[in-house]
């Protein structure tokens, strides 16, 4: 017998797991853009859309956040240290690829150097994800050999079942179980069958492009600056990936006080490699684009065994010239 | 159709007796509704050539890639009006030569598509002129007359709200024609004069500072609104700041390839005491 979380009980749910402390995040349909965004209502998540706009990794690496703050003195230098809001999050209805996202993450965040604010986080979230029902144009898991019910990185995963009216639990991690003890009033055994995931087509072979990347003559081949040429240069790509993850760190204020703030940047913009010299290695957007890529699916793997890349075709869908990892695997793959 | 397969004839030609290097269009994209830049340098790119209705994206930041225009070499490119008048800014500010510039000009109604006459920039001055008397598109959006109701509180509000959405990912610089600074201000950090933190304060720095610099140059693309991953309505900042000075100084950006910038001209007469 399956356990089931019936629709009509979410309000409660997110009742129970207010009162036990925890926010409540999930996916939220606001005026202008998709996102997730903490709920006070079960009424108030959307599970209508594919995939929200924006990504799962802002809830643990947000755009702009302070580390310290500094004031400096005739003998002294005062600093104080920020740690990222503590506290218990649920956050309900993540898709696969964005939970996936979190756990190609880690190993970047935690490798020669512990990031704490990515993971006091992580260590204080409860991730539920939703297997798909429902893909479009650009979503491409299947492509990075993951799929729409995948539980990479998540607690829990729920099955929606027939006319939407609830899902099917299936938990597991300890984290998860313990977050859906608080809601076991509400899980009832009920003979309820899923409604099958979607089925995503395979866009590329992952094998013959990192093979093709893993050449070192391919570096300087031809391709790059032929498929970038339209790449203009902005950075939606790469901050409305849930895997980007490059940082700037910034001090803001003046010589004598101010806070040191850790910022996303891209490896779209020039000044990402602009040397203090004037001398820019990257100095054109075709090695800036191949540098995405190159780092996605050479340099990442080989240091941490996983792409970086969970195929939620953000990328694609949101870049103002129509490119993306998509286009650029597709092109790769009949080289 | 008809005007798509023409164009395609002429680049062909063009190409073939040497008159342009390379001519930039569109063509088809991942979806069915969407079009796609592309840079035409053969007779079998010229068959991708689409032009329809959707073909919307203003391609004249893409001629001041560097070294493109560096050799002399005419280069050909399929322009909506706002489009022209990028060209002549460019050309005014001294961004390019717009002799080298070969035009294949286009405007939709409804999905008709029709050509303009003219291949040079100085060919459509009349159409542009009367572009200029008539009523801006604008103002037909809700959203618009909305703004124009509040106070300025309430304005100031409706803006803080929809600048927090901003993640300074400058898609709206990388899109727009206009924004062709080597260096943005953004970017000068020796010392760093805009904080590049995404905050509510460093994302108004942002927006404000584009505002200002394209008011008086902003030719109503849309690109940057078209291009913004968050949704932020662009567009209304521009159109507003375009308005101003078009009633204060009866400026209409891109008329000629010789017209004054607006905002960074100087009369001795001027009855202002004060230069922003
Ligand atoms: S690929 Fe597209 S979204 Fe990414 S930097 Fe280039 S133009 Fe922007
Ligand atoms: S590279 Fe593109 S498809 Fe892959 S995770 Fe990032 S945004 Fe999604
Ligand atoms: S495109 Fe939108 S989100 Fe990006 S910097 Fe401009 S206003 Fe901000």
Redesign the interface.
Known sequence: MTRILFSDKLDNCVAKWRSAGLTVIGPVQEE??SRYAAVEKGTDLSFGTVLP??SLKELFFP??EPMTSYTIKKNEIETTDFTPPQGKRIIFGTRACDASGLAIDDPLFGWDYKDEFWFQRRNESVIVTIACTKSD??CMCTSLKLAPDSTKGADVLLRPIVKNKGWIVEELTERGREAFAIISEYLLESPEPAIPTVIVPEKFNLDTCVAWLQNPENFDSKFWKEIS??C?????C???CPTCHCF?I?D?GDTYSGIR?K??D?CS???FTMHTSGHNPRSTQSARWRQRIMHKFNYFPGKFSVNSCSGCGRC?R?C?????I??TLQEISKL | MITQERYRTTVKELLANGSIKMAIGYRL???PD????L?IRTSEEADQLVLDSTCM?NLS??LVTEGLLSDEKKVGIFLRPEGIRSINILAAEYQLNADQIVIFGFDSTGRDVRPLDGRNVGEFSKLLNEIKEHPLQIVKEPLHWRIEKMNAKERFDFWQE?FS?C?????C???CPMCYCRRCIV?S?QP?WI?????TL?NFEWNIVRAFHLSGRCVQCG?CD??C????PLRLINQRMANEVLDGFDHFAGLSPTQEPVLASFKKDDTETFIL
């Open positions: 202008a853009i706009d924006r755009q702009t144009d650009f040429m339209r203009i240069g902005c950075a939606s790469t901050y409305l700037d910034q803001e703030r910022n996303w891209s913009f020039a000044l694609s949101q103002p010239v129509d490119m993306g998509t286009e | 994209g991942s979806t969407r079009r796609r830049p840079f994206t930041g893409y929809e959405r993640i300074k990912c400058y898609a610089r990388q899109a970017d950090n760093q904080n590049t933190s995404s905050h460093g690109n078209r291009a991953p968050v949704n932020i």
